[in-house]
């Protein structure tokens, strides 16, 4: 099968299940699983699985793999999902920035002026 045609096959849901485990696991620790990890995560006992899982999503554009070295896959623009901005998230950043002393008036104010943004298009 053509590279292009293997491309636009949407992912099964194994697959799936496997893209969504390594996205979360970089975004929680900053590097990627091994595979034994993938397989731990999802419960499933073969690593020859999960190891074909994770050559189709390469080869379909999901990931990148460096050889000669573990740790080594990355998530490409194809898989990655638009961030989502919630309140909680706002929330947690307000308090990252160590405003400490806001009141809850502060933050529903910021909360609603983003929201009309949003929905106004001001903001994207």
Known sequence: MPARAIADEPLTRRQQEIYDFIRLFIGDNGYSPTIREIADGIMLASSSTVHSHVN?????????????????????KKGKRP??????????????????????EVIY???????????????C
């Open 56 to 76: 189709s999503l390469i080869r379909k554009g999901y990931l990148t793999h460096s050889s000669g070295g573990v740790r080594t896959l990355a998530l490409t």
């Open 83 to 104: 961030k989502v901005v919630t309140q909680a998230g706002i929330i947690k950043w307000i308090k990252d920035q160590g405003i400490e002393e806001t009141h809850d």
């Open 109 to 123: 104010n910021l909360l609603s002026d983003l929201q009309e943004g949003i929905q106004t298009g001001r903001i």
